[in-house]
């Protein structure tokens, strides 16, 4: 699906579209406080019905990494498809630290979520 564009806001959200549409999207939190190292945080991933088993999903995880990297962010991905998709590319999604992680968590339990 080569019509595929991003648009990220570089705080909260990488969203997919196709035209002026959008069709999935991951919500995320960026990590940037010391002691703890700049990263970004992936909670949800989302895609359109209308779109699912088009690799979307796939493709905004590869974005998403991809652009963490461009601003020298780790990723740390507690959304389980992220976490998944991870794992099967790990040449694409360098594991976090357990110390990123433990702090992303602690984040995100402080956090509301419906502010994403």
């Known amino acids: 699906m080569a019509d ?6 570089g705080r909260t959200r990488l969203r997919a ?6 069709v999935g999207q991951i919500a995320y939190f960026v990590l940037d406080e010391p002691p703890t190292a700049a990263a970004r945080v992936g909670v949800h ?3 359109d019905p ?11 995880a590869a974005e998403f990494y991809r652009r963490a990297a ?7 991905p ?7 998709w991870s794992l099967k590319h790990p ?3 360098p594991a976090p630290t357990e ?18």
Do not use: N
């Open 70 to 76: 461009e601003a020298g962010q780790g990723v740390v």
């Open 50 to 60: 209308a779109h699912q088993g088009e690799g979307i999903a796939g493709m905004l």
């Open 45 to 47: 991933t989302e895609v």
């Open 99 to 116: 110390e990123l992680t433990a702090r992303a968590k602690a984040v995100l339990s402080q956090d509301d979520p419906a502010t994403w």
């Open 91 to 93: 040449e694409q999604a």
């Open 4 to 9: 595929i564009e991003f648009d990220d806001d």
């Open 17 to 22: 579209l196709l035209g002026q549409e959008q």
């Open 78 to 84: 507690l959304c389980p498809y992220l976490k998944r």
